[in-house]
Each structure stands twice: as structure tokens, then as C-alpha cells.
Nanobody
Framework: EVQLVESGGGSVQPGGSLRLSCVAS????????VDWFRQAPGKQCLSVAT???????WYGHSMEGRISISRDNAKNTVYLQMNSLKLEDAAVYYC???????????????????????????WGKGTSVTMSS
């Protein structure tokens, strides 16, 4: 089955760390650009990080300096290491694979990530990150 499956989410204290995994099945993950997105209830979907087919890396401003994206080709997996987590980091985190560029649709509401972004080939169903104290 062709799919992306995220894991590694859970409850974490402010200042804590998590490592999210995105495992591809049915295709080689290193044949695609892979993005991590996050969306909290009632909030805009944000692009968190990208690792390109060529290994190039991009980080969004919201978490830059606190996260690291990496890829293990042998395991067909992309990781997102998250450190120094803040309350506002609570969200559902999605990974997505795309062949080329992506763009966004304008909307008067905050649509699901999957509706906001255009050009994604495969979406994962997400893994939830919550904050606890």
C-alpha cells in the first residue's frame, strides 16, 4: 500500500523533546521532497521543515533553531527531532511527500493542511503532539 505514516507524537512537558518519524511505504522517500506541517485546532497550517530530494534542508521560522529534519534512506524514513518545545507547539504534525513545488490556497478560514497546500503527492494522517505540566 502506498502511504506515509507518522509516529512519535504524544504528551510532552514544555522544554521537552520528541522525535517524530515519517515512514513511507510503496515508494522511495528519497525520490521526493518531504515536508513536515503542523496544525493546531482553529489555527493555520504551518510548514515546519523540508528536506529535499538532494538533501537540502529548510526550516520555518516558527520552530527554527529548535528542530532538525533528517532522512534515513535505508529505513525509508524522515525524522523530525524537536527540542525545547513550547506550549504553542501543540498540534497535529503531518508529513507529506511531493515531486515538485507546492503552493497555498487563500481562504477566509483555516482549512486542513491537506486542503491548504497544493502540489502534495502523498499525505500522512498525522501524529498528535500535546503539552503537559
Amino acid at each position: 500500500e502506498v502511504q506515509l505514516v507518522e509516529s512519535g507524537g504524544g504528551s510532552v512537558q514544555p522544554g521537552g523533546s520528541l522525535r517524530l518519524s515519517c515512514v513511507a511505504s510503496g515508494f522511495a522517500i528519497n525520490d521526493y521532497n518531504v515536508d513536515w506541517f503542523r496544525q493546531a485546532p482553529g489555527k493555520q497550517c504551518l510548514s515546519v521543515a523540508t528536506i529535499g530530494k538532494d538533501g537540502s534542508i529548510w526550516y520555518g521560522h516558527s520552530m527554527e533553531g529548535r528542530i532538525s529534519i533528517s532522512r534515513d534512506n535505508a529505513k525509508n524514513t524522515v525524522y523530525l527531532q524537536m527540542n525545547s518545545l513550547k506550549l504553542e507547539d501543540a498540534a497535529v504534525y503531518y508529513c507529506a511527500a511531493r515531486s515538485g513545488m507546492m503552493s497555498t490556497k487563500q481562504s477566509g478560514r483555516f482549512p486542513p493542511c491537506q486542503d491548504q497546500y497544493v502540489g502534495i503527492t502523498y499525505w500522512g494522517k498525522g501524529t498528535s503532539v500535546t503539552m503537559s505540566s
